[in-house]
T-cell receptor, first 112, second 117 residues
C-alpha cells in the first residue's frame, strides 16, 4: 500500500474550517484515499473516501489534487467534538482482506 | 444499540495468564477484524475473518488465537500473557472482503484496554 505523510499535529479555531493535508506521492491508479478519525478513548470512525474526484458528505469534504499525489480533508465548521487524531490511508480497490494500514495521523485540537 | 461491541472494556491481569476478549457485531457484516494499538498509538491489523474463515494473520504470535463461532462474533484468546501484550485491542467489521472494496467501510468497537502486570 502507498505510504502517506501527514503533519503530526495542528490546531484550529472552533467554528472555522479545518484543512488537513495528506501527501501520498506514490499512490497508484487503483488506490483510494480514505480518512478515518479517532476521538480519545474511542475506536476509529470512517469519515470519507475518494479516488480522483472531490467528495463531500455530511461530515467533511475531500479534495484530491489532479495528479492524486496529495489530498486535503476539510471540516467546514470545526467543533470541539472534532478534536481527534485524523488518519489518511491509501488502499487498493481490492486490498487483500480489506486491510487498513494506519500511519501516525494528525492530532487535531479544536480550540474555543 | 451498539453496532460493534467488545467486552470487557478494561482487562488487568498478571503475566502468564490466559484471557479472552469478546466481540459481537449486529450489522449483518461478513467480515470481522482485530487491531492492536500500542502505547505509541499505532494501530495495526492482527486478524481478519470472512464468514468465519481466516483471511489475514499479520505475523501475530501463536499465543493469540482468534475464534469465530459465527459471522457475528470474533473472539480473541491470548495465552501466556506477556508485558508487551499491554495495549488497546479494537474489533471491527465490514460488509465483505470480496469484490470492489471502495465502499467497504470498517466499523470499529470502543476497544479493550489490556494491562499485563
Amino acid at each position: 500500500d502507498a505510504k502517506t505523510t501527514q503533519p503530526t499535529s495542528m490546531d484550529c479555531a472552533e467554528g472555522r474550517a479545518a484543512n488537513l493535508p495528506c501527501n501520498h506521492s506514490t499512490i497508484s491508479g487503483n488506490e483510494y484515499v480514505y480518512w478515518y478519525r479517532q476521538i480519545h478513548s474511542q475506536g476509529p470512525q470512517y469519515i470519507i473516501h475518494g479516488l480522483k474526484n472531490n467528495e463531500t458528505n455530511e461530515m467533511a469534504s475531500l479534495i484530491i489534487t489532479e495528479d492524486r499525489k496529495s489530498s486535503t480533508l476539510i471540516l467546514p465548521h470545526a467543533t470541539l467534538r472534532d478534536t481527534a487524531v485524523y488518519y489518511c490511508i491509501v488502499r487498493p480497490i481490492k486490498a487483500a482482506g480489506n486491510k487498513l494500514t494506519f500511519g501516525g495521523g494528525t492530532r487535531v485540537l479544536v480550540k474555543p | 444499540d451498539t453496532a460493534v461491541s467488545q467486552t470487557p472494556k478494561y482487562l488487568v491481569t498478571q503475566m502468564g495468564n490466559d484471557k479472552s476478549i469478546k466481540c459481537e457485531q449486529n450489522l449483518g457484516h461478513d467480515t470481522m477484524y482485530w487491531y492492536k494499538q500500542d502505547s505509541k498509538k499505532f494501530l495495526k491489523i492482527m486478524f481478519s475473518y470472512n464468514n468465519k474463515e481466516l483471511i489475514i494473520n499479520e505475523t501475530v504470535p501463536n499465543r493469540f488465537s482468534p475464534k469465530s463461532p459465527d459471522k457475528a462474533h470474533l473472539n480473541l484468546h491470548i495465552n501466556s500473557l506477556e508485558l508487551g501484550d499491554s495495549a488497546v485491542y479494537f474489533c471491527a467489521s465490514s460488509p465483505r472482503t470480496s469484490g470492489t472494496l471502495a465502499k467497504n467501510i470498517q466499523y470499529f468497537g470502543a476497544g479493550t484496554r489490556l494491562s499485563v502486570l
